[in-house]
Nanobody, 124 residues
């Protein structure tokens, strides 16, 4: 049984930082591309960032480039999202996702497994 469990969300002031973690179990972690998506109230789930199986290649949505950093530790079966310079527009539920494909995709439909999400709230 595959499980992805996110943690690290919370309330932070604008300009602050948070580090999200996603612990995976029940899958061969090093064989999956991992990603973060987010969903704000009343909006669609959108791509934030992804990282390749071995953590060599990364992709970012334009709205987080230079502020967020994704990383992956295959020895701990964990993917991270370091979020700096947060602003109120970053407020959303952040989801971790796993994709067994080697091809990068920003579409949520391409991902095989999902976590339950962690709430990030940025106050102004």
């Amino acid at each position: 049984q595959v499980q992805l469990v996110e943690s690290g969300g919370g309330l932070v002031q604008a300009g602050g930082s948070l580090r999200l973690s996603c612990a995976a179990s029940g899958l061969t972690f090093g064989s999956f591309r991992m990603a973060w998506f987010r969903q704000a109230p009343g909006k669609e789930r959108v791509f934030v960032s992804s990282i390749s199986r071995m953590g060599i290649s990364t992709n970012y949505a334009d709205f987080v480039k230079g502020r967020f950093t994704i990383s992956k530790d295959n020895t701990k079966n964990t993917v991270y999202l370091q979020m700096n310079s947060l602003n109120p527009d970053d407020t959303a539920v952040y989801y971790c996702a796993a994709d067994r494909s080697t091809i990068y995709s920003a579409s949520p439909t391409e991902y095989d497994y999902w976590g339950q999400g962690t709430q990030v709230t940025v106050s102004s």
